[in-house]
């Protein structure tokens, strides 16, 4: 028999006052409540009730052991209250990864509208370029950038990761506006340091790859880069997520748009196992809608 129902069944022996009311209460035999008492008698070897043919009387061990099964009892239906409640709505803690570029200006600033949607929500946002266990490190889900490997993994397909190249149009104006990647070469181009060499200002076009030598300002930050193109200093190429809203505001111009490097996608995943709480399903379809991947960034056309 389960321990925890004998319990059940002896608090409502002794609510009820007898078996017959305790097996009403259980909808259970008479026969079952002895059979169940009788259990945690033998188990804990010792007498619980005292029963004569007119009452039934708790035990000096049956009075201490039926406030502990009270107590068993609340606590374990209070973690029950508290996993409905979390499966009916949306509420704890949200742990979520996401690259530097993407996560400061775009996932930060969408996370306060999902979180004023979803008050009872709380969320630890972690931007790191590296690639982040969620299981060992107890992330919901995380935001992946480039071909994904782990087929462990549920992804769900967000808009694409697109590169950009500008400067600023006092650059443009003071050193001209290259057409062509060979151009490059008599120009500032802003090195991003991670990554691989045979990355870096590598530009694909009608006459074929070119490969242009990095500038005198190395970095391994985004948004220093970007900085030193609004100052106008020199030619950026970065992630049309860092550089968005700055186009669209028309304090960089994009350049060369015909030679671009090939986006790359971006995925939003999140362990296959990882049970389906409200918090959880909740980011999932905010993220959808907000980044999926028909979504536009506000980037205006190049003059």
Known sequence: MDKLRSMEVFVAV????????AASACAISPVMVGKHIAQLEERLGARLLTRTTRRQSLT???QQYVEQCRAILAQIAAAESGAEAMRAAPRGRLKITAPVSFGSEWLGPAMTDYLALHPEVSLDLNLNDRTVDLVDEGYDAAIRIGRLEDSSMVARALFPYAMVICASPEYLARRGRPRRPSELAAHECLDFTPWQHSLRWRLDGSDGAQMIPPGRFRSNNGQALRMAALCGFGIVMQAEVLLAQDIAAGRLLPILEEYLPAPKPMHLVY????????????????????FGPAAHLPLASSA
């Open 271 to 290: 362990p296959r196992d990882r049970q389906a709480t409200p918090k959880l399903t909740t980011f999932i379809d905010f993220m959808l809608e907000r």
């Open 14 to 21: 002794v609510d009820a006052g007898s078996f017959t009311g």
């Open 60 to 62: 000096e061990i049956g």
